[in-house]
């Protein structure tokens, strides 16, 4: 398992943008950030291959977010833009254990702490 450590939540107000990073201790396969709102169950909200080729996103964050990655520098992004009441959550960055995309939390096996992000409206 490699360790993981997310930065970049914040609180804004609708319609603004934030970046989440999440900066890793090792190699990682594939990545994928999560969020979980209060009173919720984690989600997935999106996910990168190994190499960086193959993404994908939940239905309501496509087209606002943007999700990439830098294997030498072992970072990973996510570009939040238009930001909206909804995205309100802690943000979790996790690494898989398979290349592949992974939007399964189960084939998550390292996560980071979190980090917030509030929407205000």
């Known amino acids: 398992q490699v360790q993981l450590v997310e930065s970049g939540g914040g609180l804004v107000q609708t319609g603004d943008s934030l970046r989440l990073s999440c900066a890793a201790s090792?190699?990682?396969?594939?990545m994928g950030w999560f969020r979980q709102a209060p009173g919720k169950e984690r989600e997935f909200v999106a996910a990168?291959?190994?190499?960086?080729?193959?993404?994908r996103y939940v239905d309501n964050v496509k087209g606002r977010f943007t999700i990439s990655r830098d294997n030498d520098k072992k970072m990973m992004w996510l570009q939040m833009n238009n930001l909206q009441p909804d995205d309100t959550a802690k943000y979790y960055c996790?690494?898989?254990?398979?290349?592949?995309?992974?939007?399964?939390?189960?084939?998550?096996?390292?996560w980071g702490q979190g980090t917030q992000v509030t929407v205000s409206s």
């Open positions: 090792g190699v990682t396969l594939s």
């Open positions: 990168i291959s190994w190499t960086g080729t193959n993404k």
């Open positions: 996790a690494a898989a254990k398979d290349v592949n995309i992974m939007t399964s939390m189960s084939a998550y096996n390292s």
